[in-house]
């Protein structure tokens, strides 16, 4: 286990390496010619290269292989810099088939690098990652969360602040019961990304099922509604606990029946309750593109 963990590591390691003026032509142009290789351009004095530097070699780690980095020094080896014409630094080329072929200046977000390294690969870096979202977000839909909560996982393994990966765990949490530990999830998001699309529906998620916590039985709600139809608490109530268990049809129905009866209830609370449930539910989802299209109809006829 050891041994084998040993070489994973080493082998995550070759990927970045530092080159000379001497190493050149081995490092990148003979090594370009089996997968990319990047050519990081940086010197000890300068404060956006140490801001770059830790970015590509934690991109190029993550690609698995499919490109490589070397490092030169410029105050140490300047001839290569010199007879490439950089003047200024952090400066990034990338070399494919013994070419110099694309590049960048500056120190760019992370974001920026991996769409850079994706479109160096012809998509190939990333394919990995967004496969394996995919299918835990699939394993979600289908009710399969144990087995998205390991999909999710092994993303997080590789990248523990993949965002969507968080949010899709904390979407196990809530389905399971589990609150608490949807709230912990949550929280390990950074807060510039707290407003991301599937970091608010994962909270419009949570809310929703908090809200379930305290209203009653569904039976008990029903009979409640059926012994006076405009009880709009009840109906309320029984919406929320209906989506509690998954029935989004049946909790979108009650809602659209207090907003069809009377909009200004509650200030408007049976519109802003299915539309917190829109979000929580995904755009996409099929109960979520039918609610809004009878919403629609209900406020704009």
Same mark, same amino acid.
């Given at each position: 286990?050891?041994?084998?963990?040993?070489?994973?590591?080493?082998?995550?390691?070759?990927?970045?390496?530092?080159?000379?003026?001497?190493?050149? &032509?081995?490092? +990148? %142009?003979?090594? !370009?010619?089996? $997968? @990319? =290789?990047?050519?990081?351009?940086? *010197?000890?004095?300068?404060?956006?290269?140490?801001?770059?530097?830790?970015?590509?070699?934690?991109?190029?780690?993550?690609?698995?292989?499919?490109?490589?980095?070397?490092?030169?020094?410029?105050?140490?080896?300047?001839?290569?810099?010199?007879?490439?014409?950089?003047?200024? &630094?952090?400066? +990034? %080329?990338?070399? !494919?088939?013994? $070419? @110099? =072929?694309?590049?960048?200046?500056? *120190?760019?977000?992370?974001?920026?690098?991996?769409?850079?390294?994706?479109?160096?690969?012809?998509?190939?870096?990333?394919?990995?990652?967004?496969?394996?979202?995919?299918?835990?977000?699939?394993?979600?839909?289908?009710?399969?969360?144990?087995?998205?909560?390991?999909?999710?996982?092994?993303?997080?393994?590789?990248? !523990?602040?993949?965002?969507?990966?968080?949010?899709?765990?904390?979407?196990?949490?809530?389905?399971?019961?589990?609150?608490?530990?949807?709230?912990?999830?949550?929280?390990?998001?950074?807060?510039?990304?707290?407003?991301?699309?599937?970091?608010?529906?994962?909270?419009?998620?949570?809310?929703?099922?908090?809200?379930?916590?305290?209203?009653?039985?569904?039976?008990?709600?029903?009979?409640?509604?059926?012994?006076?139809?405009?009880?709009?608490?009840?109906?309320?109530?029984?919406?929320?606990?209906?989506?509690?268990?998954?029935?989004?049809?049946?909790?979108?129905?009650?809602?659209?029946?207090?907003?069809?009866?009377?909009?200004?209830?509650?200030?408007?609370?049976?519109?802003?309750?299915?539309?917190?449930?829109?979000?929580?539910?995904?755009?996409?989802?099929?109960?979520?593109?039918?609610?809004?299209?009878?919403?629609?109809?209900?406020?704009?006829?």
């Amino acid at each position: 286990m050891l041994q084998n963990g040993g070489g994973t590591m080493a082998a995550a390691e070759s990927v970045v390496k530092e080159t000379t003026t001497q190493g050149f &032509i081995k490092d +990148v %142009i003979e090594a !370009s010619k089996k $997968q @990319p =290789v990047l050519v990081d351009f940086w *010197a000890p004095w300068c404060g956006p290269c140490k801001q770059l530097t830790p970015i590509l070699e934690k991109a190029v780690k993550s690609a698995k292989g499919k490109v490589k980095l070397a490092k030169m020094n410029i105050d140490e080896h300047p001839a290569i810099p010199g007879q490439m014409g950089i003047q200024s &630094i952090p400066a +990034v %080329i990338a070399f !494919s088939n013994g $070419q @110099p =072929v694309d590049g960048f200046m500056g *120190a760019l977000p992370e974001s920026q690098v991996m769409a850079f390294l994706e479109r160096l690969t012809k998509g190939a870096v990333g394919a990995e990652e967004r496969d394996l979202m995919k299918a835990a977000d699939e394993a979600l839909a289908a009710g399969d969360t144990a087995g998205a909560a390991n999909l999710y996982g092994q993303l997080l393994t590789q990248d !523990s602040g993949n965002v969507a990966a968080l949010a899709g765990l904390a979407r196990c949490y809530v389905l399971t019961g589990a609150l608490e530990q949807a709230k912990q999830t949550l929280a390990m998001v950074p807060e510039g990304k707290r407003n991301e699309t599937a970091v608010a529906a994962a909270r419009a998620a949570l809310e929703v099922a908090e809200q379930a916590k305290a209203v009653g039985p569904i039976d008990e709600l029903e009979r409640k509604v059926a012994a006076n139809p405009l009880d709009h608490q009840a109906r309320f109530d029984l919406a929320t606990a209906l989506n509690a268990k998954g029935k989004r049809n049946e909790a979108a129905n009650h809602l659209l029946e207090i907003v069809k009866r009377d909009r200004k209830w509650n200030d408007d609370g049976a519109r802003k309750q299915l539309v917190q449930f829109f979000e929580a539910w995904g755009f996409t989802d099929p109960s979520t593109v039918e609610g809004r299209k009878r919403l629609s109809s209900i406020l704009f006829s």
